[in-house]
């Protein structure tokens, strides 16, 4: 009888007696996630850790247990998820992105902060339509960010406007649109644009000095902290990890910074993002609301850089092609290789990914500054 009801006590601990159809139902998005990561390249960086994430906590739901008052008793994953709560790994993230993102097409080109800032109407316009939709303006924010398509950016502003419930919906849905980047946006860039325009070749960036390298990340840093102070930590540490880039004085605090403390943070916040997505916290008509809003605020940018674009090229007299216009979006450098890619479908031999950095790397400022505008606006520091 004991063996028997030792048997029986083992059994009845596997996951098959508790799982749910909905935790089922997770588990095949997270099977879909890896394919699109492994098979297709979708951003893998950032898809294996959040779709791993996602499969682990529908089996086990105890790996996000809640941590006991005195510290102890939680789940594995919920420690990294407090790392995510507190505001910490997103800021690290954009230390290890200015590390690695080359900043002299923005200095060469001042003009692509416009298109960069273009893109950011997507925001603005999912903010009121989330609002429309019976969401809470601090919701409605959170939310909105996804248009940026800027996944520390949205985990960030989430947690400190205390939107921790959405914020699994929010950060699988900003990390998911900027993996299926190359699927939305050339449909849009295309319906904008003649072929005249996408074939429209730019002139060459003129050289930037190192001086002005190194004075960049300075001079952004102070101007913007100065105007909107809620922005330093996520633009603050942008400019420092670029910093540690251009100066060329401490070559191994950029290489940690791009390189291993980049991957580590990843890791940390891939997984315990992916974690959040329990089938109790996704399966519901707010991650419905959430995904759509999301797509509609990304196709909406991507819109308005492209559109803007064209009233730059009608000014320049057709020196600026539209097509950079939708890399404003602030998926670093995902959104350039689209405008590359779909500008030289037009012309094989026209050369565009060098021009769409400024805006790409514009649209991440201003996706921070976005941030940091809605945290102004609700009194949160």
């Given at each position: ?14 996951a ?23 098979a ?44 995510d ?20 097409p ?8 416009l298109?960069?800032?273009?893109a ?33 950016t ?86 420092l ?30 997984t ?12 519901n008509?707010?991650t ?7 797509l ?7 819109a ?49 990914l ?28």
């Open positions: 009888m004991d063996i028997l009801e030792t048997f029986g006590n083992l059994l009845h601990q596997t098959f007696f508790n799982i749910t159809v909905g935790n089922l139902i997770m588990i095949l998005v997270a099977f879909i996630f890896l394919y699109l990561a492994i297709k390249g979708f951003e893998p960086l950032l898809l294996v850790p959040i779709s791993f994430g996602m499969l682990l906590v529908n089996i086990y739901p105890d790996i996000m247990k809640e941590i006991e008052a005195d510290g102890s008793g939680g789940g594995l994953l919920q420690y990294f998820f407090k790392l709560e507190w505001s910490i790994l997103p800021p690290l993230i954009f230390m290890g992105v200015g590390a690695m993102t080359d900043f002299a923005l200095i060469a080109n001042p003009k692509s902060f298109l960069g800032a273009a950011q109407f997507g925001i603005y316009s999912a903010y009121f339509l989330a609002i429309l939709m019976g969401f809470s303006g601090k919701a409605a924010a959170a939310i909105s960010i996804i248009g940026g398509a800027d996944g520390p949205s985990i960030f502003l989430a947690s400190k406007l205390g939107q921790t419930a959405l914020m699994g919906p929010i950060a699988v849905a900003a990390y998911s649109y900027m993996a299926l980047v190359p699927i939305i946006q050339p449909p849009v860039m295309k319906l904008l644009t003649t072929e005249k325009e996408r074939k429209i070749r730019m002139e060459q960036l003129r050289p930037v000095s190192k001086l002005e390298r190194i004075l960049f990340p300075i001079i952004v840093t102070v101007v913007v902290s100065l105007i909107l102070p809620t922005t330093a930590p996520l633009v603050g540490m942008l400019m990890g670029n910093l540690f880039r251009e100066c060329g004085v401490v070559k191994q605090l950029a290489e940690t910074a791009s390189n291993a403390l980049m991957y580590i943070v990843v890791i940390l916040l891939g315990s993002v992916g974690a959040t997505t329990s089938a109790e916290a996704f399966l008509a707010d419905l609301k959430i995904v759509f809003l999301g509609v605020a990304f196709i909406v940018g991507t308005a850089g492209v559109l803007f674009g064209k009233l730059l090229c009608v000014a320049t007299h057709g020196k600026v092609n539209p097509l950079i216009g939708s890399a404003g979006v602030s998926a670093v450098p995902m959104a350039a290789r689209v405008s590359q890619k779909v500008g030289s479908e037009a012309d094989p031999t026209n050369f565009l060098m021009h769409a950095m400024g805006p790409n790397v514009a649209g991440v400022i201003g996706t921070a500054v976005a941030a940091g505008a809605f945290m102004a606006i609700f009194g949160v520091m």
